[in-house]
């Protein structure tokens, strides 16, 4: 009887797999339509290095590649549907076509022609705010106008008007934005503002505060043709259909599907194989809908996912095959709330995660909690900040102080924090970080434009400089298989690749701007695959680096 048991139960356990496969292939299938064709200047001659961007509507997606030798494009495993097409190059563009169709077994063809100059280049900058080099230059002064009274006597009593002067929004997003600071004063137990009163703060920030220009989605793009290896790659976007939903995160599973954690309380996928999206509310806690801001997520080699839920006080887990939750409640009178920055998982089993001027550590196996100050914090009371996390080669857990240009590490076995001075003339501002496949750990010094190596049994620390400047390094992931690291480059809405053993850098660049690459994940299964999220821009995709680059 047991052993028959056991006959039946891998026969289902096949047979639900058969079934998997069988819809993947069909996916697959579904996803090998082609749009082909070649890029030309203005005299007809054929344009290589371009760009050719290509968008489904329906679906909410968006393609890129480039256009090789002759200025031949292929756009290829594209789902069936319509799509406009758009050529960018050597500072001209094309218009965006009429839509064409694209269906499996016979590849749809479309020329593209550069005739239209391309706008003015923006400047490297946090998505709607001037660059940080120009920012000494602003008005100390609110300018005069209706609300200016109010503005000042609310929307500074918590940060500087530095904090919102460097902005330059529509008056959705400003809308937006003070929902979004209602909710923290509730949340801090700060008299809320009325709704007449929110509205006149809006009227007033959109009016002193708007878009210097009309947006364009190409003003990124470089103005030189691309070569060498950066012409081997494509870019896949998908679009949130909530412009709000501020996916500030990306991690991906051990299937190759890329996650991301939603600010707006929930989780949100998107499968490769069929470029389908999904989402998944949390479960229900104290604070309000408009008050959700999820953190950070981490997903282990076995699938289960690690989310700081800081609102409602607790951590999550989230078992990406099953899609179940379990809840861990923070405790009760610990230092600093629930949420925090950035999570990393310890090799020991233990869950860690910057905040509070250090860093706190969960043993989900008793239910434990643990916390760790910076030493100078504790004596002086100064804010160093704790920004990005990771586990060294030893087993030291090591944390950016991103508001004290330092870095720290901590013993997990005796808790001592030890703290140690980035080399960096300046505000360097280290943001993520990651390990390679030595050990070693790699940093993005986002203010500073570096990228930092820190050997882990020396502790001494190397930096890099990307070919972009002012590119605002953010995060950094590793190919632990080939040793090559991959950093986004904020400003700059590119993600770059390095590699340490030949110096070599190779950038390439999203299809739109103000894309606000924050973190990016590379996937260790198709290392060729480099997942990134958008937060402000409400986007998530990847690029992918083509044959042997």
């Not at 290509?54 to 480039?66: A, C, Q, T, Y």
């Not at 594209?78 to 050529?87: D, K, R």
């Not at 364009?216 to 950066?230: C, H, I, S, V, Y």
């Not at 996912?305 to 887990?317: A, E, K, Q, V, Y």
Request: aromatic content about 8%; overall charge neutral.
């Amino acid at each position: 009887m047991e052993s028959r048991n056991v006959r039946t139960r891998i026969a289902v356990f096949f047979a639900a797999a058969l079934v998997l496969l069988i819809s993947q292939l069909v996916w697959a299938g579904e996803n090998n339509s082609i749009v082909q064709g070649v890029v030309k200047d203005s005299s007809g001659k054929p344009v290589a290095g371009a760009f050719v961007k290509l968008k489904n509507d329906s679906r909410r997606l968006e393609f890129m590649v480039i256009s090789q030798a002759q200025g031949r494009y292929t756009a290829a495993d594209l789902p069936a549907g319509q799509y406009t097409v758009q050529g960018v190059g050597n500072g001209f563009q094309s218009a965006w076509s009429a839509p064409i169709d694209a269906a499996p077994g016979k590849p749809a063809k479309l020329d593209v022609s550069l005739t239209t100059k391309q706008g003015a280049m923006l400047a490297h900058a946090w998505p709607f705010k001037d660059p940080e080099a120009s920012l000494a230059s602003l008005p100390k002064e609110l300018p005069e106008g209706d609300g200016k009274k109010l503005v000042a006597a609310r929307c500074t009593a918590c940060h500087g008007a530095d904090q919102f002067m460097p902005y330059h929004m529509d008056r959705d997003l400003w809308e937006h934005t003070v929902a979004g600071m209602r909710a923290n004063m509730r949340a801090a137990n700060v008299r809320d503002l009325t709704d007449d009163e929110a509205k006149l703060v809006v009227d007033y920030l959109a009016a002193n505060f708007k878009p210097s220009g009309p947006a364009d989605a190409n003003d990124r793009l470089p103005r030189t043709l691309l070569e060498g290896k950066a012409l081997k790659y494509r870019a896949v976007q998908y679009s949130l259909t909530d412009l709000y939903a501020e996916p500030h995160d990306v991690a991906v599973d051990p299937k190759g599907i890329g996650w991301v954690s939603e600010r707006a309380g929930r989780i949100g996928h998107l499968d490769p194989n069929t470029l389908e999206f999904s989402e998944t509310p949390i479960p229900p806690g104290p604070a309000r809908p408009d008050s959700q801001r999820l953190g950070n997520p981490q997903i282990d080699a076995k699938g289960m996912m690690w989310i700081p839920d800081g609102p409602n006080g607790r951590w999550l887990s989230y078992d990406t095959s099953s899609g179940e939750f379990t809840i861990y409640q923070w405790p009760k009178g610990a230092h600093g709330g629930a949420g925090g920055n950035t999570v990393a998982l310890h090799p020991n089993g233990t869950v860690w995660q910057t905040g509070a001027n250090g860093a706190r550590m969960l043993n989900p196996a008793t239910k434990e909690w643990k916390f760790f100050e910076t030493p100078s914090s504790l004596a002086a009371g100064d804010p160093t900040g704790a920004y990005g996390m990771a586990v060294a080669g030893d087993g030291k857990v090591w944390f950016a102080e991103n508001l004290a240009n330092r870095m720290a590490k901590i013993d997990p076995v005796t808790g001592k924090v030890e703290e140690l001075k980035i080399p960096f003339d300046g505000n360097a501002y280290p943001r993520r970080m990651n390990t390679d496949a030595h050990g070693n750990l790699w940093v993005g010094l986002w203010n500073g434009g570096r990228l930092m190596k820190i050997d882990y049994e020396t502790d001494h620390m190397t930096l890099y400089v990307p070919p972009t400047p002012t590119p605002g390094t953010y995060s950094v992931s590793v190919d632990k298989k080939n040793n090559l690291i991959w950093v986004s480059e904020q400003q700059a809405d590119k993600i770059a690749r390095f590699n340490p053993a030949t110096g070599e850098w190779v950038e390439f660049p999203l299809p739109d701007s103000q894309s606000d690459p924050r973190r990016i994940e590379v996937d260790q299964h198709n290392p060729n695959r480099v997942w990134w999220t958008g937060n402000l821009a409400s986007r998530m995709g990847y690029i992918e680096v083509l044959g042997a680059n």
